[in-house]
């Protein structure tokens, strides 16, 4: 019998289209593998639907159940490949369901996702690697907007950029150059981000670097850094607006390739990656510095983790056939 492997996608508003892209190239991607391929779909409300058109409504089974309740039946799951991102979806929160189920599962797991999922907690272990990160401030959900500028003031200066600590996609993140703009943009990125912030030190110049983790055939890959050309801020629209230039391999030279390849893979280690990730940073002024590591990264044709596969002469099929190989030998 054929190992059936369910396809979750949709999930989160903010992440729920391109999670869709994600979905239509990984299933033709896997076209022809040797397994089942069962789609399950999340709607933005959080309701799964299993088929080829979303038909059935679908209960995942609680403690130990392996699968799916439907109208129809019971739907067995022997791995699931989790093409979501973001709150839900890759912050750990999916995989504990997944876990109590059960069900084995492609990527980063509970523990990995919640902190890599977090930018303040992602920090802190990163930093502790004695690894650059921006100076940055968070706040109690208590904290009033006077009093968040007062340390922010103290601390930073600006202009700093300020984002929820959980959420991806630049949802709530803003460029703030003075007080008045900061008193506009906190409650706004705090209502966005459930009273979870952070405030950093703005880079003004800066280029955005990225690369990706791997695990294939029990090895550990980093690959060579992928560019995405924004002077500014790349926001929800130069993210998805298909207009941002991005580059598979960035032109940097072999000691800033070499450093961050150190960085990530020391990265890699000490939040037990798993499977795939995106590990970004910036590099400003001769230094390299962490910014965030995404445990389910974009994964659409357009897509830079894929593109950056290609490049290190990785074909993104071979990985995804790699991945849930290892989730079912779990
Ligand atoms: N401290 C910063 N200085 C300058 N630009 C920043 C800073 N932090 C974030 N940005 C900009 O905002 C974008 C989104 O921030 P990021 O931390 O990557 O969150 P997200 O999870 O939403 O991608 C970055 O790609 C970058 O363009
Ligand atoms: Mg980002």
Redesign the pocket.
Known sequence: MKKRIALLYGGEKSEHDVSVMGYKYVSSLLNGSPYEILPVYITKMGEWYVGDKSQLRAYPCAYGGGGLYTEDGYVRIDCVLPLLHGRLGEDGSLQGALDIMGVPYVGADVCTGAVSAD?HYAKLVVSSLDIPT?DSVVFSSFEDTEGALGKCKEKLGFPL?I?PRR?????G?Y?VYDEEDFRSCFSLSMKAGGNLVIA????EE?R?LECAFLEMGGKRIITAPGE?H?S????FGEKYGGQTRVSARADISKEYAERISDYAERIAEALRLRHLARI?F?LSDGTVCF??VNTFPGFTEDSLYPKMLEASGIPPRDAILSFIEDALAC
């Open positions: 930018k921006l950029f984002k959420l991806g996609s630049s949802v993140a460029p950093e030190r703005m880079l800066k955005e995405i924004i500014g801020f790349y926001g970004d910036f910014n965030e």
